[in-house]
């Protein structure tokens, strides 16, 4: 009787831990376990390292809030700012000196035009050079401007015309290379120079169209060859 009363002691004792043991079980599964799943759901998952080696989507960039250049050139308002690119340039007549210059560029001319150039005074035949480097665009003989030459410089950003020259010099053509202080025809009087009046008429012009070679934004030469400005 000992025994069996000492073996239902040992089972109910048992009973007891299993029973104690399921409630401790189902109260953690409850306000623990259940708990930390919800806030590990909340946080999102954690980004598993990318060994991907293939191309990446490139990062969103904010619009820039600086607006564009025009891409079309024709529809500036104003020239195109002076640069450094190309140096100083050469009086265009040899052996004319900066004090010599005088600033005719805001004269009148016949017809309410403006001169919008310089005329640079010398005797008949005296050298006329390129100003700079570039490439000789047009040859033109016109009524006003007698014998001429357009060159543009190696940029491309701007004009030089050359106007009543007495001839051209011997081997310039056009598309021709020209470096700075080349020779390229003489001072004179055609045109509607006057007859005697001897001078090279000079003119800078900002590019518009490169094949447009009479048109541009006009540009003093004075304060440029004078070495107040460079191009």
Do not use: C
């Amino acid at each position: 009787m000992a025994k069996a009363s000492t073996a239902k002691r040992i089972l109910a004792v048992l009973y007891l831990l299993v029973l104690h043991g399921t409630i401790v079980w189902l109260l953690l599964d409850k306000y623990v376990l259940r708990e930390m799943s919800l806030a590990e759901w909340s946080a999102g998952p954690v980004a598993a390292p990318n060994t991907n080696e293939g191309p990446q989507a490139a990062p969103v960039s904010m619009p820039s809030l600086t607006p564009s250049p025009d891409p079309n050139p024709t529809m500036l308002l104003t020239p195109k700012p002076l640069s450094t690119e190309l140096g100083k340039l050469l009086i265009p007549v040899v052996g004319v000196t900066p004090e010599q210059l005088q600033d005719t560029y805001t004269d009148s001319r016949s017809e309410g035009r403006i001169h919008n150039a310089i005329d640079i005074m010398a005797p008949g035949g005296t050298p006329v050079v390129a100003v700079a480097d570039g490439e000789i665009v047009k040859f033109h003989d016109s009524e006003a401007g007698g014998i001429t030459i357009y060159q543009i410089s190696v940029d491309k950003r701007y004009f030089f015309y050359y106007a009543h020259l007495q001839s051209r010099a011997a081997g310039i053509a056009e598309g021709q290379t020209v470096k700075q202080g080349t020779v390229i025809g003489y001072v004179g009087d055609t045109g509607n120079a006057g007859p005697g009046n001897t001078h090279l008429h000079f003119s800078i012009n900002a590019v518009v169209d490169p094949k447009r070679f009479w048109e541009g934004f006009d540009i003093n030469p004075y304060p440029i060859l004078r070495g107040e400005k460079s191009l």
